[in-house]
Structures are given as C-alpha cells and as structure tokens.
Nanobody, 120 residues
C-alpha cells in the first residue's frame, strides 16, 4: 500500500505565502515524477508544477515566478512554496506521484487534497 499525505494548506491574505508538503509512505521502491495539481470550485483540475526525480521542473504559466516546487528523495517528500499568493490561487491542492512499489507495480498516486484559500 502506498499513501500520499499532504499538509500545509490554510487561509492566507493576498500577497502572503504558504508551503505545502506531501509525504509518500508505504511499500515504495522508487518514486519518479512528483507534482502538484489544483482544483477550484466549478473548474477542472489543473497542473500547477511537476518535478522529475533528477530535479527538472515544469510550471503552469499562472504560477511561474511565484511558486517553487522541490523534493527530498531521501524523505519521499515533495514541497510547493507559494509566494505572492492571489485570490485566484484559491483551490484544493493535490499531490501526485508516479511510484514503483516493491511488488513491481507502477502506478499514479494522489493525495487527499489540502485547501488553500487566499483572501483579498
């Protein structure tokens, strides 16, 4: 069994900062790509940022320059530092990871989501 558990969401004023964390646990052999997605009310889930095992990153245009994704492979954890937050960043943020388990299965895993609310 593999689990992703997010933390760090909350309520913040515009121009404030938050740091999200997502820790993977369970029968993990290796973690490949990791990323963050978000879903605002009435909208589809969208990519925020991804990071490869080697560290290369990719960002949505709307967050580039404000958000930074990073990972600690030793801790099986991915982070999202969010600065200069805007009300339009309000959403449920989901962690995602592509994981090979010890039984050799390869699968996409999702966290339960953490709410980020930015007030104007």
């Amino acid at each position: 069994q593999v689990q992703l558990v997010e933390s760090g969401g909350g309520l913040v004023q515009a121009e404030g900062s938050l740091r999200l964390s997502c820790a993977a646990s369970g029968s993990i052999f290796s973690i490949y790509g990791m990323g963050w997605y978000r879903q605002a009310p009435g909208k589809q889930r969208e990519l925020v940022a991804t990071i490869a095992r080697g560290g290369s990153t990719n960002y949505a245009a709307s967050v580039k320059g404000r958000f930074t994704i990073s990972r600690d492979n030793a801790k099986n954890t991915v982070y999202l530092q969010m600065n200069s937050l805007k009300p339009e960043d309000t959403a449920v943020y989901y962690c995602n990871a592509y994981i090979r388990a010890y039984d050799s299965s390869l699968d996409d895993y999702w966290g339960q989501g953490t709410q980020v609310t930015v007030s104007s």
